[in-house]
């Protein structure tokens, strides 16, 4: 399919030590690109058209300096997982902020965010494939991180005219894991397609699509809205589904991990206690 794409020479990558980060480093890589990796730990063999800095995601004097004469910002950083709610409002909401207002103070005309299917980890089976742009309903003081961020998206496209689009991730490893991931995978190669068609597609004004590979117990949610910015994932977890599923013939439907879009982050064990 061919389609404009807008050239992007320039990006900054924050969490860029974290898992979703070290995928893109190689898959967004050209021989006319430059990332701005920034990430508050050690980025290990920085490569050609590689540039770090060791700061904090919510420092914004360091966030606006590098986005200096960028094309686009990639927000990972962030708590990856369930956390008191004062880590969270500090690391996931205000480097999000951060990472919006130092952009707009920079001129970088597109953030590109990484939400999460936690923003709506309390949709039911019942609601599957989960439509694009479905309702908030987190499921974790993290999901309500997600929620906040795509809040900041849309009030800074709407105000400020940037291109902000957020990607709802599911499941982002190397291999699926377990079987819920065999519905929810989404592949580093699926990954860097995904972010690649956010950072190229022509005024995207605000969206919200969904990361996810073209898994065969599927689809679990929509792929319409990632389409229409030229993301068409090819891998799919199902060759792995006879090495995860040996031993567990169990109908989905009894399967607790997969009575919710959000999985095990929907389990009363991640309730704080009073």
Known sequence: ???????????????????VGSMLRTRLARPDRTLRLLDIKAIEAVAPREETVRASATDMAAMTDICQG????????????EAPWEQILDANINSSY???????RAGVPRVIFSSSNHAVGFTPRARFPVPDYEFPKPDTYYGVSKVATEGIAALYASRYGM???????????????????LSTWLSPDDTGRA????LTAPSPGFRVIWGVSANTRGPIVSLAEGNTLGYYPQDDAEVYAAEIL??????????????YLG?????PDLDFPV
């Open 70 to 81: 960028a094309d686009a910002v990639i927000h990972l950083a962030g708590i990856p997982a």
């Open 263 to 267: 999985g095990p982050f929907t389990f």
């Open 1 to 19: 399919m061919l389609r404009y794409c807008v050239p992007v020479s320039i990006i900054v990558i924050t969490g860029a030590a974290g898992t």
């Open 246 to 259: 040996a031993g567990d013939d169990r109908p989905d439907e009894d399967v607790p991990e997969l009575r």
């Open 98 to 104: 951060v990472a919006f207002e130092a952009a707009r």
């Open 195 to 198: 972010f690649e068609a956010c």
């Open 163 to 181: 291109d902000a689009i957020c990607i709802r991730i599911l499941t982002c490893t190397e291999r699926p894991r377990d079987r819920r991931a």
